[in-house]
Structures are given as structure tokens and as C-alpha cells.
């Protein structure tokens, strides 16, 4: 019988490298920028979003409410600070909303 390494790696570890590997970064960082949005503005928010994509630093969010479009408007700022938080990097640096 051979014996067993003793080294252990933590699921999160396996994941990142498995992402780098195969060149997967890009899809997650989208997903997750989605998944952020969500959370960060809530249901009211997330109900009324119809596409989050991320082009170019510019995230370009879509909204069903012109509304909610206007009085988001006015803390565009303060919503690409929190966002890039949330994210613990700096991704996004404009934000439009249509």
C-alpha cells in the first residue's frame, strides 16, 4: 500500500485554481457583479432590473422603471463605490442605467 500525502487544500483554494486554470475569471466576475446587484439593492431594486452586464469597467444596468432609473441616478457614485467593495476589487468605474 502507498501512503497518502498529508497535504490538505480547502475547497476555496481547489476553486480559484480550477477558475484560473481554465480561464473562467471573466464568467464568474460576471456572475458575481449580477449576484452583488441583487443583494446590494435589494428586492424592490432587483424586481424592476431586466440585464446587469459589466462592458468595459461600465456597468450598464437596465431597468422596466424610469422612475427607479432617475432616483438612482443620483447616487451613481455612492452605487460604484459600494459595488466595488462588495467585490473587494476595483472592477467597475461607471455605471449607466437605461
Known amino acids: ?18 477558475i484560473k486554470e481554465n480561464n473562467l475569471s471573466k464568467g464568474m ?7 452583488t446587484w441583487n443583494s446590494m439593492m435589494g428586492p424592490g431594486v432587483a424586481n424592476n432590473t431586466t440585464s446587469v452586464k459589466l462592458q468595459n469597467k461600465t456597468l450598464v444596468i437596465q431597468l422596466t ?10 447616487g451613481k ?14 472592477i467597475i468605474s461607471k455605471l449607466m442605467l437605461v
Open 29 to 35: 466576475q460576471k456572475l458575481k457583479i449580477e449576484e
Open 1 to 18: 500500500m502507498t501512503k497518502r500525502e498529508n497535504e490538505s487544500f480547502s475547497v476555496k483554494d481547489l476553486m480559484q485554481s480550477f
Open 65 to 74: 422603471s424610469s422612475v427607479l432609473r432617475e432616483e438612482l441616478s443620483y
Open 77 to 90: 457614485d455612492k452605487i460604484i463605490k459600494m459595488m466595488n467593495e462588495e467585490l473587494g476589487e476595483e
